[in-house]
């Protein structure tokens, strides 16, 4: 695998609450995540930074743990339930964090199988032979409307709710947790990405982008360049992988 992850504040706001992780060895089991923060003050900032933190310093102590190592099903669902109960404390336990909570979007790579855990609306994404799928689905307000038909994919881009999540991590002392499974093959590229670059760039222009780009670098660029130019209302938040 070649990953490339980049952050950028944007244009607008005076702190970025997206946080994310990519391995910093070959040695560390193979996962990438992207969490995009909501609250008050640094609130935001706190819920995403948590949800990192506790998501990837669990997977990695339980990832050879033998109740763990077949189920990595099991394994991300608990990960992010850990993180669910310690963000959901801390904010019963300040003002100033009270009511935060973040959206985590979580791929692992494992025994030629790629899992997603996913909670709120950051996304997935795969690139295949020329065409762009959305891997996660947004627990979002306008995804509602979306699925019922009552919006198209390009209004929900531009709907006055379109901030309004239906699920968060930290934000209840329960949630339910999305993880799916798939298959991944030589030359697949996957995106994760916060709504900051979604709501900026149509898939459209998120494919076109990385296809025309010569490195997963300079896609990851590409792409934090055109969401900042289309306007940078929000922190933007990309993870590219290419699988080898
Ligand atoms: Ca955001």
Redesign the pocket.
């Known amino acids: 695998m070649i990953y490339c992850a980049k952050s950028d504040r944007g244009k607008l706001r005076s702190n970025n609450?997206?946080t994310f992780y990519a391995p910093e060895s070959k040695e560390e089991p193979l996962f990438f995540m992207v969490a995009?923060g909501?609250g008050g003050h640094k609130a935001g900032e706190v819920a995403s930074r948590l949800a990192v933190e506790e998501i990837s310093s669990y997977i990695k102590a339980k990832f050879d743990a033998p109740s763990f190592r077949d189920d990595m099903t099991a394994l991300i669902r608990e990960a992010f339930l850990v993180a669910n109960e310690k963000i959901y404390k801390n904010s019963l336990e300040s003002d100033k964090l009270a009511g935060m909570g973040t959206t985590a979007t979580l791929a692992l790579f494992k025994d030629g199988m790629l899992y997603i855990g996913h909670v709120g609306d950051s996304r997935a994404y795969l690139l295949r032979e020329g065409s762009l799928k959305q891997l996660t689905k947004d627990h979002s307000l306008v995804w509602q409307l979306m699925e019922e038909g009552r919006l198209t994919a390009e209004e929900m881009r531009y709907h006055p709710m379109r901030?309004v999540i239906t699920r968060a991590l930290g934000a209840y002392e329960n949630v339910i947790v999305d993880v799916s499974t798939h298959e991944y093959m030589k030359g697949d590229i996957f995106l994760l990405c916060?709504?900051?670059l979604t709501n900026m760039l149509e898939d459209e222009k998120i494919k076109e982008i990385i296809l025309k780009s010569g490195s997963i670098e300079t896609a990851a660029d590409g792409l934090v360049q055109a969401a900042n130019d289309r306007g940078g209302y929000?922190?933007i938040t990309v993870v590219l992988i290419l699988v080898e």
Do not use: K
């Open positions: 609450e997206d995009d909501m901030n916060s709504d900051g929000d922190n």
